[in-house]
């Protein structure tokens, strides 16, 4: 079983950069893929970006393309979420999940899920 851990999340105001991180605290020779997800309140959970664990192949959603980078370190089993030019409406509890079996942007295809982290974007 994969255990992650998300940090890197804050306050911050519009416009500015924050960049999360996922650690995952086992061999990930059994990951084939890894996402972040986000949740705002009163909103269902969303897909931001996922990224091919082997390959690297990274997909993004429309309101992440072009703002957010995902990334890996496989030597770390670490993933990255840089966040620039942040917007208020990216407030959200964001969430690293791990799938065995695909790359998905729906949670249903993510077996094991981090605890998440606030990103909060105000003046």
């Known amino acids: 079983q994969v255990q992650l851990v998300e940090s890197g999340g804050g306050l911050v105001q519009p416009g500015g950069s924050l960049r999360l991180s996922c650690a995952a605290s086992?061999?990930?020779?059994?990951?084939?893929?890894m996402g972040w997800f986000r949740q705002a309140p009163g909103k269902d959970r969303e897909f931001v970006s996922a990224i091919a664990w082997s390959a690297g192949y990274t997909y993004y959603s429309d309101s992440a393309k072009g703002r957010f980078t995902i990334s890996r370190d496989n030597a770390k089993n670490t993933m990255y979420l840089q966040m620039n030019s942040l917007k208020p409406e990216d407030t959200a509890v964001y969430y690293c999940?791990?799938?065995?079996?695909?790359?998905?942007?729906?949670?249903?295809?993510?077996?094991?899920w981090g605890q998440g982290t606030q990103v909060t974007v105000s003046s």
């Open positions: 086992e061999n990930t020779f059994n990951i084939y893929a």
């Open positions: 999940a791990v799938s065995s079996t695909k790359v998905a942007a729906t949670s249903r295809g993510y077996e094991y």
